[in-house]
């Protein structure tokens, strides 16, 4: 597709954005903001028709131009214009609003230009800002070239804010230092969560607990120490006594911080990790709802994901109405996990019994990459099509459910679960004797539950 990043770009234009590239495109003389306004007035928003009205409003560009060649120059060139006044509006607008950012770069420009009292003049203030917004890598810059400005005289004043500036550098890297091994801890933790074979390669990196036990002193009171808490958790995921251990001192830490921003950030942290734990182990609707609502205004696709299956989930089990499909599509989620939007319309359509709507969703959902969303589609769709007596495709189903349990063994989280539904349908499926939602020694997940009582 020509255009695609000035396509992209155009679409994330905010109304105060497109307003300010409209003006700036009619108060100018140059016939490429002429052209350019002319594509943001005719532009619809979609995809398939953006490339037509382009190379439409374009044409003025190519004056006598026949060569094929020629004109693809000339459209390059506008594209890369284009994409950089939209660039400037955004640099322009996020630099207002950003001052620890200004102030950092004004620094800089003055540092280049060798004005070192006027580069300390906006140094200053970065480091002030970078306290009050607690960015460490803004902090540990103002720090560096404070140094570098203070030791190059040595007067007695000088060499008091140098021992002041030393003690702030020592800080900073016993800070980073933690930061960064509590975030390699914590991801190591989620990949052993994910897939425990894929995990095992990793084993070396993995702290002993007396590490970690000693890791959390040294940080007390501190985010580190929740993140280290709540990596320990996760470790402990599936041994319930252990987990509810890690969790109650993480939430008992939470207490201990100030900042805002952060404590908000590790609370939905825990609520979210609490919210998957619940899920596995078959709690009931309304609890995972309870343990969800934090993630309710989170940025994260998948915190939100989870809060919006807790809620459909809560609401089924209450026999109320369910959400829209359409209203599910307004949930802000990355690109790449759109996956996760859809399999939450087809839960919607699945149990409201709207099953041709459902099947076509779940036909989509059941391949992609995501284990359990893969799964747990594959299962819906072995409920709806054991309801309509479809054997012949049951079977299909049970093969390709086997192999992909198969291919997927390092996969704990819902696994026991969806394994036991599956046996359910297996056994309904041949037999037709044991009834669907017979107590098992495995407890189904609250989404399991759902999927078997359908009919």
């Given at each position: 597709m020509k255009g695609k990043s000035l396509f992209l770009l155009i679409g994330e234009l905010n109304k105060a954005e497109r307003h300010q590239l409209l003006n700036t495109c009619k108060r100018s003389g140059d016939k490429r903001h002429l052209v350019l306004y002319q594509l943001m007035k005719k532009h619809t928003?979609?995809?398939?028709?953006?490339?037509?009205?382009?190379?439409?409003?374009?044409?003025?560009?190519?004056?006598?131009?026949?060569?094929?060649?020629?004109?693809?120059?000339?459209?390059r060139r506008f594209i890369d214009f284009s994409l950089k006044e939209i660039e400037q509006i955004k640099l322009r607008n996020f630099l207002q609003e950003d001052q620890l950012l200004r102030h950092f770069l004004l620094s800089r420009i003055y540092e280049s230009k060798g004005d070192a009292s006027i580069e300390?003049?906006?140094?200053?203030?970065?480091?002030?800002?970078?306290?009050?917004?607690?960015?460490?890598?803004?902090?540990?810059?103002?720090?560096?070239?404070?140094?570098?400005?203070?030791?190059?005289?040595?007067?007695?004043?000088?060499?008091?804010?140098?021992?002041?500036?030393?003690?702030?550098?020592?800080?900073?890297?016993?800070?980073?230092?933690?930061?960064?091994?509590?975030?390699?801890?914590?991801?190591?933790?989620?990949?052993?969560?994910?897939?425990?074979?894929?995990?095992?390669?990793?084993?070396?990196?993995?702290?002993?607990?007396?590490?970690?036990?000693?890791?959390?002193?040294?940080?007390?009171?501190?985010?580190?120490?929740?993140?280290?808490?709540?990596?320990?958790?996760?470790?402990?995921?599936?041994?319930?006594?252990?987990?509810?251990?890690?969790?109650?001192?993480?939430?008992?830490?939470?207490?201990?911080?100030?900042?805002?921003?952060?404590?908000?950030?590790?609370?939905?942290?825990?609520?979210?990790?609490?919210?998957?734990?619940?899920?596995?182990?078959?709690?009931?609707?309304?609890?995972?709802?309870?343990?969800?609502?934090?993630?309710?205004?989170?940025?994260?696709?998948?915190e939100l994901f989870y809060f919006h299956l807790a809620r459909i989930l809560d609401l089924h089990s209450r026999k109320k109405p369910l959400p829209e499909p359409k209203e599910l599509s307004k949930i802000p989620m990355e690109p790449e996990n759109q996956f996760r939007i859809e399999f939450l319309q087809a839960?919607?359509?699945?149990?409201?019994?709207?099953?041709?709507?459902?099947?076509?969703?779940?036909?989509?959902?059941?391949?992609?990459?995501?284990?359990?969303?893969?799964?747990?589609?594959?299962?819906?769709?072995?409920?709806?099509?054991?309801?309509?007596?479809?054997?012949?495709?049951?079977?299909?189903?049970?093969?390709?459910?086997?192999?992909?349990?198969?291919?997927?063994?390092?996969?704990?989280?819902?696994?026991?679960?969806?394994?036991?539904?599956?046996?359910?349908?297996?056994?309904?499926?041949?037999?037709?004797?044991?009834?669907?939602?017979?107590?098992?020694?495995?407890?189904?997940?609250?989404?399991?539950?759902?999927?078997?009582?359908?009919?």
């Open positions: 928003g979609t995809k398939d028709t953006f490339e037509d009205v382009l190379f439409s409003v374009a044409k003025p560009l190519f004056g006598g131009e026949k060569d094929e060649k020629e004109k693809d120059k000339t459209m300390r003049r906006y140094l200053e203030r970065t480091g002030e800002l970078s306290d009050q917004l607690h960015d460490r890598f803004m902090k540990a810059y103002y720090v560096d070239r404070m140094v570098d400005h203070t030791s190059r005289t040595h007067t007695k004043k000088e060499m008091k804010i140098l021992q002041e500036l030393l003690a702030e550098k020592n800080a900073l890297i016993q800070k980073n230092y933690h930061a960064e091994l509590a975030r390699i801890y914590d991801l190591l933790s989620v990949l052993r969560f994910e897939d425990k074979e894929l995990a095992e390669g990793l084993k070396g990196l993995v702290l002993e607990d007396d590490e970690v036990d000693m890791l959390i002193a040294l940080s007390g009171g501190s985010p580190e120490e929740i993140d280290y808490l709540v990596a320990r958790a996760r470790f402990a995921f599936f041994e319930p006594a252990k987990f509810t251990a890690f969790i109650q001192r993480s939430l008992a830490s939470l207490k201990k911080i100030r900042d805002g921003r952060e404590k908000e950030r590790l609370n939905r942290k825990i609520s979210f990790l609490f919210c998957q734990h619940a899920f596995h182990f078959g709690e009931a609707p309304g609890k995972l709802l309870e343990y969800a609502q934090a993630l309710s205004s989170s940025l994260n696709g998948l839960l919607v359509y699945f149990l409201k019994g709207e099953h041709s709507a459902a099947v076509k969703l779940l036909n989509q959902v059941s391949y992609v990459s995501n284990f359990q969303v893969s799964t747990w589609s594959r299962l819906m769709e072995f409920r709806l099509h054991l309801n309509k007596g479809n054997l012949n495709l049951c079977d299909s189903l049970s093969g390709r459910l086997l192999r992909h349990f198969q291919g997927n063994k390092g996969k704990e989280f819902t696994l026991s679960s969806s394994k036991e539904l599956f046996a359910l349908f297996q056994d309904e499926l041949k037999v037709k004797s044991k009834k669907p939602g017979k107590k098992s020694a495995t407890e189904l997940c609250a989404l399991h539950k759902a999927i078997v009582l359908q009919r």
